[in-house]
C-alpha cells in the first residue's frame, strides 16, 4: 500500500509538467493518496484488533459472548459495533478474523457493517458537523444499526455463507501467542492495504469528474437528491470519522438525503467493495454488496421520513 502511495507521488512529479492531463492527474493523484493516507490508521488500527481476536480472545470467550441462534446473535453483533472505535477499513480484516475463528458470518458481516457507523468517535463527530440539528446523530444511530441487522438475518434467512469461499477454521492457540498475532497481522495488511488503495485511485477519478455544480439542481428533485446521495457515498469512499462534515455541507439537499449520504458510506463504497472482493471474492460481492446498499438506503430513507418528514 505504501508503495503504492509512493508510485503515485512519482507519477505525478514526473508527469505532471509533460501530459495535457496534468490538470486532472494532478488533483487525482492527490485525492487517491488523500484518501488512501486517511484510511490508514484505521486499517492498521482494524488489524490490530483482527490479530488480537486471533491470538489471545478465546474460543470459549466468543461462544460465550455470542448467543447460538444467529438470529438473535446478529443485533448483539449490531451492538457490539458501540465500542470499536474505528472505520469501515478495518471493519473488514476484523470480519475476516470473527469468521476464522468460528463466528457465523452473517454475525461477522453484521458487525462488519455497524461497527464503522455507529461507535461513540462517529457518532461525535456526526454531532459536532451537525450542532445545529442534533436528530442527526440519533437517525443516524438507529438508521445504521437497522440496516445492519437487516443485512445480517437477511444472510442468516438466504443462507449466504454458501457464496463465500470455503474457510479454514483456526482455533485459538495458547502457545506463541505474540507469533500468532504477528502472523495474522501481516496477512490481513497485505490482503486488504493493495485494495484499499485501488479502491481510493477509482474513487479520486471519480471524484474528480464530476461537476461541481452538478449539485445545484437536486434540491427541485427529492428523490434525485436521495439517490445522488447513496451514489455519491459510494464513490467518493469518506472515512466514517470525516464523513458527516460532507454531509452536512451538502446543504442544497433535504436532511434525509444527508442521513442516505450517512448510512450508505460505511456499509458501501468503492474502497471497502475493493476490500470485500480480496477477502471473499466477486461471488460474495455481486450479492452482499446491493443487499447491504437496499438495507442501508430504505432504513435511512424511513428513518428519515420519521424524524425530519418528506423527502
Not at 503515485?8 to 486532472?24: E, M
Not at 492498521?44 to 481476536?53: D, K, P, Q, Y
Not at 478465546?58 to 438473535?72: A, G, I, Q
Request: neutral net charge; proline residues 6%; contains cysteine.
Amino acid at each position: 500500500m505504501v508503495a503504492i502511495v509512493g508510485v503515485l507521488l512519482c507519477a505525478v512529479h514526473v508527469a505532471g509538467p509533460v501530459l495535457p492531463l496534468s490538470g486532472v492527474l494532478e488533483p487525482w493523484a492527490a485525492i487517491a493518496v488523500a484518501i488512501t493516507v486517511q484510511a490508514m490508521p484505521f486499517l492498521a488500527l482494524g488489524v490490530i484488533v483482527s490479530g488480537i481476536i486471533s491470538a489471545f480472545v478465546t474460543d470459549e470467550v466468543l461462544h460465550r459472548l455470542s448467543p447460538r441462534s444467529s438470529y438473535l446473535a446478529v443485533p448483539v453483533a449490531a451492538g457490539a459495533g458501540l465500542f470499536l472505535p474505528g472505520c469501515e477499513c478495518g471493519s473488514v480484516p476484523v470480519s475476516q478474523s470473527l469468521i476464522r475463528r468460528g463466528v457465523a458470518p452473517a454475525v461477522a458481516l453484521t458487525f462488519m457493517l455497524a461497527a464503522p457507523a455507529i461507535n461513540p468517535v462517529v457518532l461525535v463527530s456526526t454531532a459536532v458537523a451537525f450542532a445545529g440539528n442534533p436528530q442527526m446523530v440519533i437517525a443516524r444511530l438507529i438508521a445504521s444499526a437497522g440496516a445492519a441487522i437487516l443485512v445480517g438475518w437477511a444472510w442468516v434467512a438466504w443462507r449466504g455463507e454458501a457464496h463465500m469461499p470455503a474457510v479454514e477454521l483456526h482455533a485459538h492457540r495458547h502457545g506463541r501467542r505474540w507469533e500468532a498475532f504477528r502472523d495474522s497481522a501481516v496477512s490481513d495488511l497485505t490482503n486488504a492495504g493493495g485494495f484499499l488503495a485501488a479502491g481510493a485511485m477509482i474513487a479520486a477519478l471519480v471524484k474528480v469528474v464530476v461537476p461541481t455544480d452538478w449539485f445545484e439542481t437536486l434540491d427541485r428533485y427529492p428523490w434525485v437528491a436521495v439517490l445522488s446521495m447513496a451514489a455519491l457515498a459510494v464513490v467518493l469512499s469518506l472515512c466514517s470519522e470525516a464523513d458527516a462534515f460532507v454531509a452536512a455541507s451538502f446543504t442544497q439537499v433535504s436532511p434525509v438525503a444527508q442521513l442516505v449520504f450517512l448510512v450508505v458510506g460505511p456499509m458501501v463504497d468503492i474502497k471497502l467493495i475493493a476490500m470485500q472482493l480480496g477477502a471473499w471474492g466477486r461471488r460474495f460481492v455481486l450479492r452482499f454488496v446491493p443487499l447491504a446498499l437496499v438495507s442501508a438506503m430504505t432504513a435511512a430513507i424511513i428513518v428519515g421520513v420519521a424524524f425530519f418528514g418528506a423527502l
